[in-house]
């Protein structure tokens, strides 16, 4: 490791990294990561309770140099999502594996209390992948995930806590998803990646990436936001603001929304950020990744912070060469899915850091910030696919930068002064 990276937590086999600051003490910081019992794990074993899997929380009060544990969350719990609000209470955002119950809890980490789960009422069973935004003014919670609706649809769902979490809103529809016919069979295509990016005077909007179709390699979508001039209680119709392969990230910053995404310009693959800001209506684009090479892979994700001055941090995952053979990595994937073996990734990364300081117009040269090659053969193997998750994360303040990431199967973080 370069000086100044930081192991964070000693649990075994983790994936999927969120890491959250605590606006009034920027030494205080808190980790979240699903660790699981073995490096191996089958997608049935995960599910029957064989490989236990959990949320492991972390804490450091010296700006990630040392780290203690707090406990884990919950077990059977997976996907966790962090956020401080104004006053230094951390919630998290996570979901019940195999049941797809969503649950919120919140927390003093500084006085070491544990956190306390408090199922969200209304959220559907089948549930998955939550993500927890708060408004920095106001306080109010707004919780995103994938469920299903009414009408058999797979859709992008919100709920709204304006009492921290004690009570909840019904969800909202802020997409149904589409559906496709299969053997005359109705077969819902999930949605992914949601995330709410909070406005001005009760405007929100919510962005997602739309597969299009099932079990594609790469997964080729459309990049989809659907905005809210009511706090989340009715939508827009969505709208295609660009087209990319795999993940999304999502951030705003005092009214102005930002959208991270792989992408093409003249025929070359760039880490991309759409901007808007005036309240999704028109979005201007960028490219973050500068002169990073980047290629269709299957990394977790990037990690987004926005500062209190507006200073944009992202981390970042670039293969370091064409790495997938598309058929055979589309047959493994399956395979894995189906409990008949597993897909081992066959790429070699490098993690990268950069910062906008004008709103995403412009991007500083990306660091490095692993010494050795991250590689994908060297992550868990969950529910018989190798991965370091769908996300990793960031966490600002108006001097620092805290990255968290996964190389093999533990955590980093490093401070980072700009």
Known sequence: MYPGVHRVTRAPYVFEPDIAVDPKDPDHLVA?????????????????????????????EDGGRSWRELGLTRLWSGTPSLAFDSRGTVYEAGMLVGIGSIFVNRGLPSKDELMISHAVPGSPAGSDRPWLSIDPR?????????????DGHVGVLLQRSDDDGGSWSRPTTADRGPVMHRNGVQVAIPPDYSEAMIGEHGHIAVSWAQSRGLGQVPAEADVEVATSSDGGRTFSKPKVIAHSWDGVTAAS??????????????????LMVAISRDGGRRWARSVVSGPVGMYLDRAPAPGVGVAPDGTVDVVFYSARSHCLNLAATERGLKRAILGRGSWIDPCTYDVYYTYSRDGGRSWSRPER?????????????VQGVSTGGQY??????????????????????RRIRR
């Open 392 to 413: 990793v994360g960031m966490a600002s303040t108006d001097r620092y930068a805290y990255p968290i990431w996964i190389e093999g199967t533990s955590a980093y973080t």
């Open 32 to 60: 979240a990561s699903i660790s699981q019992a073995r490096y191996s794990c089958s997608g049935s074993e995960v599910l029957s309770g064989q490989c236990r899997t959990n949320i492991v929380l972390d804490v450091s």
């Open 369 to 381: 910030l692993n010494r050795e090659p991250v590689k994908g053969k060297g992550f868990p193997l």
């Open 138 to 150: 106001t306080g109010h919670l707004y919780l995103t995930y994938t469920g299903p609706t009414t």
């Open 253 to 270: 910053h005092e009214g102005t929304y930002y959208v991270f995404y792989e992408g093409r310009t003249s025929d070359r693959l760039h």
